[in-house]
Every structure is written in C-alpha cells, then in structure tokens.
C-alpha cells in the first residue's frame, strides 16, 4: 500500500517529490543490534539493502530499531477494566503505541474480535489471541469467555478460530469460595487445552499468578507464561528446556500491592499471597533471565495500565530484574519481533523502524524520544534532524 508522503520540514535531507508517492525511502544509521552504519531502503511494505535510486532520504544518521515491541497488551479494553466501545477505538490505543515506537503488538486476550485491524496501515503489527477464556465468574467481568471444564475444548477451537494465531487461557484467579488464588480448571483440563489449540496451529499464552497452576501448565507445554509470579526453580529449569516465554509484565505486578489493600478486608488470604508474589517477583524474571528463559517485554495495557508504556516495561527489567541494556532491547525489539514472526530489518524483512538520535544501549531512555517511525514503509512522525 502506498500513500502521499507527510509534508516534511527539515527533517527531509534531500527533497520531496512534488506529487505522489516517492519511489522509495532511505535511511542510514546505525543499524541494531549489529553495530554498523547501514543504508536501508523501503519500497512499500519491503526492506531492501540494494540502493533505489530516487529514494527520498528520511534520515541519515542516528540508531535504528526495527521498532518496538508490546507483547502483551489488550487493545479492546480501556483503561478502567471495560470493553472498547468501537473498532475504532481500539484502533486509537493502538495509535498511543504507535507513536511512541512500537511498531508490533501481541494483543493477549479481547473482548470481541478485530480482525480489520491486522492489516491496518496506521495499527502496529497485530499478534492476536481471541477472547480471554476463564472460568466462570473468576475474570474481569465482560471480558473473556467463562466456562465450565467441559466447555473447553470448544471454546479452545472457536477462540484459536478467533485469534490470529494465539489462544488465551486465564490459568488462574482469585476463587472466593476459598479466598485465594486457584487453577482455572483441573491440571488434565488445561493440558487438553493447549493440546487443541497446537493441532488447530496457534500459540498458547497462559495469565498465570499462582505456584499450583504454573507448575501445570508449564508442563502442558503452554508457549508463553504471562506474569509468571508463581514460579519455581524446577519450572524455570523446565521452561529453559522447552523454550517456554516468559512475559512478566512488571508493571501489572508492581500493582499488586493496591490489589491487595483493596482485598485484605474480605479476602486476607489472597491479598497476602498477592502481597508475597509481588515480593519476589523482581528475583524470579532474573532467575529466569540467567537460565536462558527467552523472556520478552509486555505492559499489560488496558485494563489498569495505560498504552504507550513498553519504555517503562523496560527500564524494569533492567533496574529491577538486572537485565542487561542489549537483552532489554532484545526482549523489547528484534528478538521479540522474531518471536511473533514479524520480520526485521534485512533484505525482503517489514519496512518498520525507529531512529534514535542517541544510541539506545547506553541509555534506554532514549526510546522514549524517537526521532522517526516508519510503519508499514510510511513515514509517522518526522522530527527535526540537526
Ligand atoms: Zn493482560
């Protein structure tokens, strides 16, 4: 798809044609992780390192991404816990991440499918499961499909159906019966789950808080653990072996604590088993981290947490899980565009990126100012260059 160019000021270095679209756009930068000056070219949605003459040269130095990465966000709810109204607001959250940067986004769980907005020219990369699937009356009211064991396995099969390659299971909840957190369904349950939707071709993410029902679904071979605040060391060792992800979405669980204070008058057993989860969470993603667990960047977003805070997600998991700068960009940006099978920056890869005036790896704040987006090879958001 192509579209008229912006109206560039001077961050244009060589002119704009004067109608229609240009034959290609031009970047040069330090391309990341590698840590040469490259010259790239994009033609239409296409990477390519072949020169195209005519090209109209975006930028012509800085540091380039190929964007990053929100996997695990929800564009259909708004902050406050509710449904989106419309497509068209969903389209809006994605908009906030968009601008900052984030040119690919794994949307864990709905409230009502979106399928328009896959190929959406203005909405980042779209990995998308269908709507949460939950026990009943034991998830964020009007969100997921809430079932009983026996509806399962066809809800597993409509939702894969849904989604755009991934299902979500909400693993556990709070359970008020006992008042505390506890497995969404029996351990056989959940395996026959995520045995459904391998054969129907889609990943599973399970949302999983607790010790018991980590454990089980681990082991069922569930592709990537959301939070993962009950962990132990056997089911890291497990997850290392099997190259299970881990998306810890520090920021939700930095929350928990105000979860808990909201819990402790009629639920004190939860509220200090959330307490303690919270805790020791920071030491789990670096046990994680140091056993080869490929661990990726996820806000959470929507729901209790705005969009447009993958940065954040990421200062994290550097200053609390003791991540390095280059694994936090690996986990935020190429690996993890890797991991939902969007291609990167290399001959034929997806014509998204990012240019940083300062080099990322010494800073990650960086990120929070990019000078340039390129989404689906148009040019979002150019910035003066010096
Ligand atoms: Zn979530």
Not at 80 to 107: F, Y
Not at 156 to 169: E, R, S
Request: overall charge negative.
């Amino acid at each position: 798809m192509t579209d008229a160019p912006p109206a560039f000021g001077p961050a244009v270095t060589s002119a704009p044609p004067t109608a229609g679209p240009p034959v290609a756009w031009h970047v040069r930068g330090v391309l990341l992780p590698d840590d040469e000056v490259r010259d790239l070219w994009l033609v239409g949605d296409r990477v390519t390192l072949e020169p195209v003459p005519g090209a109209v040269t975006l930028a012509d130095r800085g540091f380039v991404l190929p964007g990053l990465v929100d996997a695990h966000c929800h564009l259909g709810i708004r902050y406050g816990a509710t449904p989106v109204a419309s497509v068209d607001e969903a389209r809006s959250l994605a908009a906030v991440d968009r601008d900052v940067g984030v040119l690919a986004l794994r949307d864990a769980g709905s409230p009502f499918p979106y399928p328009e907005l896959d190929d959406d020219p203005d909405v980042p990369r779209l990995a998308r499961a269908g709507r949460h699937i939950a026990p009943v009356r034991r998830y964020l009211r009007g969100i997921g499909v809430e079932v009983v064991a026996e509806e399962v396995p066809a809800t597993v099969a409509a939702q894969a159906a849904a989604g755009n390659g991934w299902v979500k299971l909400v693993g556990d909840w709070i359970d008020r019966r006992t008042g505390d957190l506890a497995p969404g369904w029996d351990p056989e349950v959940m395996a026959e789950a995520v045995a459904i939707a391998h054969v129907a071709g889609v990943r599973v993410a399970a949302h999983l808080f607790a010790e018991e029902s980590v454990a089980a679904l681990v082991r069922a071979g569930v592709d990537s653990v959301e939070h993962g605040t009950g962990l132990s060391e056997d089911d890291i060792a497990e997850m290392a072996v099997r190259g299970t992800a881990l998306v810890p979405t520090m920021i939700n669980v930095e929350t928990f604590d105000g979860i808990a204070a909201h819990a402790d008058d009629k639920f004190p057993t939860y509220a200090a088993h959330m307490r303690r989860l919270r805790e020791r969470f920071p030491g789990i993603v670096a046990a994680a981290h140091e056993a080869g667990v490929p661990i990726y960047v996820g806000s959470d977003a929507g729901g209790g947490i705005g969009h447009g805070e993958a940065v954040s997600e990421m200062l994290l998991l550097r200053d609390r899980a003791g991540m390095s700068t280059v694994d936090v960009l690996r986990a935020g940006s190429w690996g993890a565009r890797e991991w939902l099978g969007f291609a990167g920056l290399t001959e034929g890869g997806l014509a998204d990126l990012v240019v940083y005036n300062e080099d990322p790896r010494k800073d990650l704040a960086v990120l929070r100012e990019p000078r340039l987006v390129v989404l689906r090879g148009r040019p979002r958001r150019p910035v003066a260059v010096a």
